[in-house]
Nanobody, 127 residues
Framework: QVQLVESGGGSVQAGGSLRLSCAAS?????????MGWFRRAPGKEREGVAR???????SYRDSVKGRFTISQDNAKKTLYLQMNGLKPEDTAMYYC????????????????????WGHGTQVTVSS
């Protein structure tokens, strides 16, 4: 059973930075077709933030392009999300997820196909 554990969330002022980490158990992140970061703000649907495939090709939602960077260290079984230039609208619970079957290939940025999820880490950005 794959377990994903996020860390690195916190409270920052607008313009600040945070780096989220997601540690995976049992399987290396390189075994996944896709690893992704998602977020859910209060009263809103969960949305895809960034996704990376096993060869390191990344996709981002438009609102975070140029500010967020997704990366993975397969030896450490860890996924990262570097977030710079944070805005109040980035405030949300952030989740990492893994797709080991390829089911999310054509569904990005929805969460369809991502079977394994962490419990989330809270990011709060104040103005």
């Amino acid at each position: 059973q794959v377990q994903l554990v996020e860390s690195g969330g916190g409270s920052v002022q607008a313009g600040g930075s945070l780096r989220l980490s997601c540690a995976a158990s049992e399987y290396s992140t390189s075994n996944a077709y896709f690893m992704g970061w998602f977020r859910r703000a209060p009263g809103k649907e969960r949305e895809g933030v960034a996704r990376i495939n096993r060869i390191g090709s990344a996709s981002y939602r438009d609102s975070v392009k140029g500010r967020f960077t997704i990366s993975q260290d397969n030896a450490k079984k860890t996924l990262y999300l570097q977030m710079n230039g944070l805005k109040p609208e980035d405030t949300a619970m952030y989740y990492c997820a893994a797709d080991f079957s390829g089911g999310s290939h054509y569904t990005w940025p929805s969460d369809v196909g991502f079977k394994y999820w962490g419990h989330g880490t809270q990011v709060t950005v104040s103005s």
